[in-house]
């Protein structure tokens, strides 16, 4: 158990739904980051945060949408996806203080299929 | 900027034979490093950490790895390879100065032979 708790595990969606993915941590962390992890790529950083404030976008495309209403939770909303799009997504939370990378705990990720 | 090099995206070993997964890095100011381990289908987990003092870090599952800084290095070993340490294993810097992000390598993948 790593106390960061990822919902739902699975997705499958087709390119005209919309969905929502959802993270919490339990650790008490103040930054809380989303990956994405494709078939023979390297991880890819999307998003971070760090007390609520959108501190990285990674030039994600506007289909992907976080939101983060406090430290322990984190949505990645998903609109209008392509087939590329499917990946596990991965979300992590880490004690970042004064612009430290102190190391981070991730959750299981959600397999995202997009059909 | 930092960056991290896996050399070898995948290993083999023999079970009972000595594990060694390389990782170089570089970094303009002093880093922070980490090796994680991802087994199918789940998130990453941290194995070990250097931050400062003992270059030689001990981990889980029996893991170590050792901060040489004159080589920019932080390889991971294993004495002896156990079947359940088939996976994919991550190193990760991060740096003192700067942001709360970590660069991660590309990752190999270990796989043990019976």
């Known amino acids: 158990e790593t106390g960061v708790t990822q919902t739902p595990r699975h997705l499958v969606m087709g390119m005209t739904n919309k969905k929502s993915l959802k993270c919490e941590q339990h650790?008490?962390?103040?930054?809380m980051y989303w990956y994405k992890q494709s078939a023979k790529k390297p991880l890819e950083l999307m998003f971070v945060?760090?007390?609520?404030?959108?501190?990285e976008n990674n030039s994600v495309p506007s289909r992907f949408s976080p939101e983060c209403p406090n430290s322990s939770h984190l949505f990645l909303h998903l609109h209008t996806l392509q087939p590329e799009d499917s990946a596990l997504y991965l979300c992590?939370?880490?004690?970042?203080?004064?612009?430290?990378?102190?190391?981070?705990?991730f959750g299981p990720g959600t397999r995202l299929t997009v059909t | 900027a930092q960056s991290v090099t896996q050399l070898g995206s995948h290993v083999s070993v023999s079970e009972g034979a000595l594990v060694l997964l390389r990782c170089n890095y570089s970094?303009?100011?002093?880093?922070?490093l980490f090796w994680y381990v991802q087994y199918p289908n789940q998130g990453l987990q941290l194995l070990l950490k250097?931050?400062?003092?003992?270059?030689l870090v001990k981990g889980i599952n029996g893991f170590e790895a050792e901060f040489k800084k004159s080589e920019t290095s932080f390889h991971l070993t294993k004495p002896s390879a156990h079947m359940s340490d088939a996976a994919e294993y991550f190193c990760?810097?991060?740096?003192?100065?700067?942001?709360?992000?970590?660069?991660f390598g590309t990752g190999t993948r270990l796989t043990i032979i019976p």
């Open positions: 992590a939370s880490s004690q970042a203080l004064a612009g430290v990378s102190y190391e981070q705990y």
């Open positions: 650790l008490g962390h103040n930054a």
């Open positions: 945060y760090n007390f609520k404030e959108q501190t």
């Open positions: 970094s303009s100011v002093p880093p922070y």
């Open positions: 250097y931050t400062t003092g003992a270059t």
């Open positions: 990760a810097v991060g740096i003192l100065i700067g942001n709360e992000k970590l660069t």
